[in-house]
Nanobody
Framework: QGQLVESGGGLVQAGDSLRLSCEAS????????MAWFRQAPGKEREFVAA?????????????VAGRFTISRNDGSRDNAKNTLYLQMTSMKAEDTAMYFC???????????????????WGQGTQVTVSS
């Protein structure tokens, strides 16, 4: 199987920056596409960003507008664990949500924004932005 463990959430002020991390284990998933989704209270979960393995091509939700950057460490050096990151800047109150890390075995970009294509999910990390 596999496991995803998020960290880095917290309370910040509007305009601040925050970096989320997601540590992946499980060989079936840590070489596939990885992504961040978020869910605000009373709203559906929405796509934030995704990154493919090897060529590290990135995809973002429309609301990101250049404020967030997704990256990953593929763990190939120094036996480091495969880790996904989300650097968030110029944060807004509407960024308040539970942020989830997700992974899938496939390496291509087909339906990369569709949450139903992701097979492994973390427990989430809460991000709260005060205005």
């Amino acid at each position: 199987q596999g496991q995803l463990v998020e960290s880095g959430g917290g309370l910040v002020q509007a305009g601040d920056s925050l970096r989320l991390s997601c540590e992946a284990s499980g060989r079936r998933f840590d070489r596939g596409v990885m992504a961040w989704f978020r869910q605000a209270p009373g709203k559906e979960r929405e796509f934030v960003a995704a990154i493919t393995p090897f060529n590290f091509k990135t995809y973002y939700g429309d609301f990101v507008a250049g404020r967030f950057t997704i990256s990953r460490n593929d763990g190939s050096r120094d036996n480091a664990k495969n880790t996904l990151y989300l650097q968030m800047t110029s944060m807004k109150a509407e960024d308040t949500a539970m942020y989830f890390c997700a992974a899938r075995p496939s390496q291509g970009a087909r339906e990369i924004r569709a949450e139903g294509t992701y097979k492994l999910w973390g427990q989430g990390t809460q991000v709260t932005v005060s205005s």
